[in-house]
């Protein structure tokens, strides 16, 4: 019954650890867009222009009701229609990072809410630009009450990656299910790619919870 | 529209005052906080404000420092408008860009410090400097030593806040907002926060201020012997007006109006 071939895991191993490194590109590049994306739509919602708060809130709750597999099809699918042609890695980039950039402006808006009121009078009695009050005052102290959660969506995204072999993309599920295909054997490598996330998941997740108390030390915030 | 013809578009004169509030209203809602207050401070005076909480003392250090906007009326700092600016030949609410180039004339202490947790006592007092009036670093950092070692912050000037007691944040928050030049230096209940033992090191900066630096000040107190001693004029406010004000020895030793009277013996009771 169980039926592992150990010859089969080492010669499909390169192919996977090759894919392994597409996927965590995908991730890494999709956080990096939703980090400083997340931030603009977290600023914007405090922004004294009401109909600005009203059409990016509007838009963050839109993206946070509705499937990100949808919103990757869309983006490759439907924007073709209007003469946006975009490759498989482009439209998932764009997909991957707008979706999770919503829910970690989210995670912004609550580090941001956290700073004391006083923090931004103080700012103002520097008479600093509304740049240098964010930059320089809030960003930061909003940034340690943050980093949890920004962690939590670091690891979120990674196992969020696979949504992209349904476009074309070659990371970890979609090479997986090529050599599946390509050998009638499904059980070794799907069982090495949860290892392989395994493996990068779980000592992600400890070096964020290790960086946290870090920069909260280096911030001198207890 | 509101009629503006009653304020001029600067005040000049021999005697212009360093601050001017000139029929200044704020309310909140149905609620007046103040009810057209007209106050002037000249320059170098050192003014108190005393007063039941709720009588409007606070806000009038708030709007000041434009940490609130008023309903009507015009606030004037060194002879120029603050709170409105000229166009067209006419005083019209001023807009952030002319609240940034008016604003470094007025500095402000806070009941709670509101020093920045992230940065060092040093770091604190040149991140204005440095940030708001681009000094280069070399420059912001001696003027920022000179002014943390006449608040005798010196020793501790690469402690973060949260490692400093009430007192000497509130010593370095005073630093912080000095070392950005202002002409009027705004101060509230700066030592409502404090513990009993630590209140004399902050009032014997304030006291050293007033002696020796020609600012203006203007301060929001419950320490009513520190007022006393210090200020050149007490106000005392009521019900978002100032019902009396005068010499502190006057206004201490013979108060006029019954309000005054039944005040301080209610804080004297206190004591």
Redesign the interface.
């Known amino acids: 019954m169980f039926d592992w071939k150990w010859e089969f895991a080492w010669e499909i191993l390169p192919r996977l650890v090759v894919a392994t490194g597409n996927t965590l590109l995908a991730a890494g590049a999709g956080y990096a867009i939703a980090l400083v994306l997340g931030l603009f739509l977290a600023i914007a919602q405090r922004s004294p222009s009401r109909a600005l708060t009203f059409v990016v809130r509007e838009l963050v709750e839109f993206i946070r009701s509705t499937p990100l597999l949808l919103q990757i099809f869309f983006v490759f699918y439907v924007g073709p229609q209007f003469g946006i042609r975009l490759s498989p890695w482009m439209s998932g980039m764009i997909a991957i990072g707008l979706h999770y950039a919503c829910y970690l402006s989210e995670v912004y808006r609550g580090g941001i809410d956290s700073v004391p009121k006083g923090q931004w009078e103080a700012a103002i009695a520097l008479n600093m630009t509304t740049l240098q009050k964010y930059c320089r005052v809030i960003i930061p102290q909003a940034i340690p009450s943050a980093l949890s959660g920004m962690g939590n969506y670091l690891v979120g995204i990674f196992k969020d990656t696979p949504m992209l072999s349904v476009i074309g993309v070659a990371e970890l599920i979609h090479t997986a299910n090529a050599i599946g295909s390509e050998h009638y054997r499904f059980l070794e490598p799907y069982t090495m790619v949860g290892i392989l996330f395994l493996a990068i998941s779980l000592p992600a997740a400890g070096l964020i919870r290790l960086m946290e108390g870090r920069v909260r030390r280096k911030m001198g915030l207890k | 529209m509101l009629d503006m013809s009653g304020f001029p578009l600067e005040l000049s004169g021999e005697n212009t005052p360093m601050v001017s509030f000139r029929k200044v209203r704020k309310s909140y809602g149905t609620l007046t906080v103040l009810d057209d207050l007209d106050l002037d401070i000249n320059a170098g005076e050192m003014v108190s404000i005393i007063g039941p909480s709720g009588s409007g003392k606070t806000t009038v250090l708030r709007m000041l420092?434009?940490?609130e906007q008023i309903n009507s009326g015009v606030i004037y700092v060194d002879g120029k408008p603050l709170t409105h600016m000229p166009k067209g030949g006419q005083l019209v609410p001023a807009n952030?860009r002319h609240l940034?180039s008016r604003?470094?004339d007025?500095?402000?202490c806070?009941q709670?410090f509101?020093?920045?947790?992230?940065?060092?006592a040093l770091e604190n007092c040149m991140?204005?400097p440095v940030?708001?009036l681009g000094l280069s670093k070399a420059e912001a950092r001696d003027r920022s030593e000179e002014l943390l070692e006449l608040v005798g912050m010196i020793a501790k000037k690469d402690q973060?806040?949260?490692?400093l007691s009430g007192g000497q944040q509130q010593r370095v928050a005073i630093a912080?907002?000095l070392a950005?030049r202002p002409k009027v230096m705004l101060f509230d209940e700066v030592t409502s926060a404090l513990d009993p033992e630590v209140i004399g090191e902050v009032t014997n900066v304030i006291r050293g201020l007033v002696s020796e630096h020609n600012l203006t000040m203007l301060m929001v107190t419950h320490q009513m012997g520190f007022a006393r001693d210090i200020s050149d004029r007490i106000c005392f406010f009521y019900g978002g007006k100032i019902e009396e004000q005068g010499h502190p020895s006057e206004l201490f030793g013979n108060p006029q109006r019954e309000r005054t009277q039944q005040f301080l013996s209610a804080v004297r009771e206190a004591v």
């Open positions: 420092m434009t940490l952030e940034h604003r470094s007025i500095g402000m806070f709670h509101n020093l920045f947790p992230h940065m060092t991140e204005g940030q708001v973060h806040p949260s490692r912080r907002a950005m």
